[in-house]
C-alpha cells in the first residue's frame, strides 16, 4: 500500500504547527438600552454613544432602517416613524489588539475621536508613541514589529514633558521625529565635543528635532498648553410648581439624565419633562434632580 504526504504535511512535520496570530482584535463591554418610537413620533433615548450603537433585536412591525428610522447623536440614540427595538451600547473604554506582522505597517480601523492609550506592549519589539505606533482618524497604526493592546475612548494622555536624545554620526545631519507642534524644546545636555549651537547645528520644526556637524545632546520637549480640567457634571433642579410648565436653563448639548424625582407626580421624559436647546422644561407637576452632561 502506499502511502504518501503533502507539502503542507511534510512542513507541519518539521516546523510544527504554524500560528496565525491575527492582525487586530478587540474586547468591549456593552449593555442594551429600549427605545421606541410611540405613535410614530420621533424620540430621542440619552446615552453616551462614544462606545458606538448597534440594533441588536427590532420590537416592532415598521423597520428600524439605521439611518432613516433610527440613529445616533452625541445625546443619544434617536428612534422615528414607529421603530422599536433594543440596542447594544459599548460601555467604557474598547480594547483594541493591534500588531505589526513581519516588520510591516498595519492600520486597525477604529474611531479614535475618544483618545487611545497603549494599555500593553505585546512585542519584543518597543512600542514608541509616533515612531512605531500612533493615531489618525481612521484608526490606530503599527509598523517594525511593534504589537500591543490599545484603550480606545479614555481621552487623549495629557502632555508630559520628556528628554530626547539626537545624535549626529560622523558630522550628518540626524532627524530625530518627535511632536513638537505645541511644544518648546530646549537643549538640556550637550554629549558631544562639538558644539551644539541652536539654528546653526541643532534645531527643531513641526517634523521634530534636527541635528548636524557632530552635535549630540539631550533635549528636553515641553509642552506649551496645559490640559483643560475635566469638566464636571451638574445638577439642576426643575419643579413644576402647581403643574404649570416650568423651564429651568441649562447647556444640555450633551445630555440630560433623570437623577432623582422629588414629586409624587410621576417624571416621564418626553411628556411632563424633556430638554432643547434653551434648557429643561418640567409640566404637570413633575419636580426631579436632572443630571447635565459637561
Request: proline content about 5%.
Amino acid at each position: 500500500m502506499k502511502t504518501g504526504l503533502s507539502l503542507a504535511g511534510i512542513a507541519g512535520l518539521i516546523i510544527g504547527p504554524m500560528v496565525f496570530w491575527p492582525v487586530a482584535t478587540r474586547a468591549t463591554a456593552t449593555r442594551t438600552l429600549t427605545c421606541e418610537s410611540v405613535n410614530n413620533r420621533y424620540t430621542t433615548c440619552v446615552t453616551d454613544t462614544r462606545g458606538g450603537v448597534t440594533l441588536q433585536r427590532q420590537l416592532s412591525n415598521a423597520p428600524c432602517i439605521e439611518h432613516r428610522t433610527w440613529g445616533v447623536t452625541e445625546q443619544g440614540i434617536w428612534v422615528d416613524k414607529g421603530c422599536r427595538g433594543v440596542f447594544r451600547v459599548a460601555v467604557g473604554p474598547t480594547t483594541l489588539t493591534c500588531r505589526s506582522l513581519n516588520y510591516k505597517y498595519q492600520l486597525c480601523q477604529v474611531d479614535t475621536r475618544g483618545g487611545v492609550r497603549l494599555a500593553r506592549q505585546l512585542s519584543n519589539t518597543r512600542c514608541i508613541e509616533h515612531r512605531t505606533w500612533g493615531v489618525q482618524e481612521q484608526g490606530i497604526w503599527v509598523d517594525k514589529g511593534c504589537a500591543g493592546e490599545f484603550l480606545v475612548g479614555v481621552g487623549a494622555a495629557p502632555p508630559t514633558e520628556q528628554v530626547i536624545r539626537c545624535a549626529s554620526v560622523h558630522n550628518r545631519r540626524a532627524d530625530c521625529p518627535v511632536p513638537t507642534r505645541a511644544a518648546t524644546v530646549t537643549l538640556q545636555r550637550q554629549l558631544s565635543t562639538a558644539a551644539c549651537i541652536p539654528n546653526r547645528t541643532w534645531g527643531y520644526d513641526e517634523r521634530g528635532i534636527w541635528v548636524s556637524n557632530g552635535c549630540r545632546g539631550e533635549f528636553l520637549v515641553s509642552p506649551t498648553t496645559v490640559p483643560d480640567r475635566p469638566a464636571q457634571e451638574a445638577l439642576v433642579v426643575c419643579r413644576s410648581s402647581d403643574g404649570t410648565y416650568v423651564r429651568c436653563p441649562a447647556d444640555t448639548r450633551r445630555g440630560v439624565l433623570l437623577q432623582r424625582q422629588l414629586s409624587q407626580r410621576p417624571c416621564r421624559a418626553h411628556q411632563t419633562w424633556g430638554f432643547d436647546t434653551q434648557g429643561i422644561w418640567v409640566t404637570q407637576g413633575c419636580e426631579a434632580e436632572f443630571l447635565v452632561r459637561p
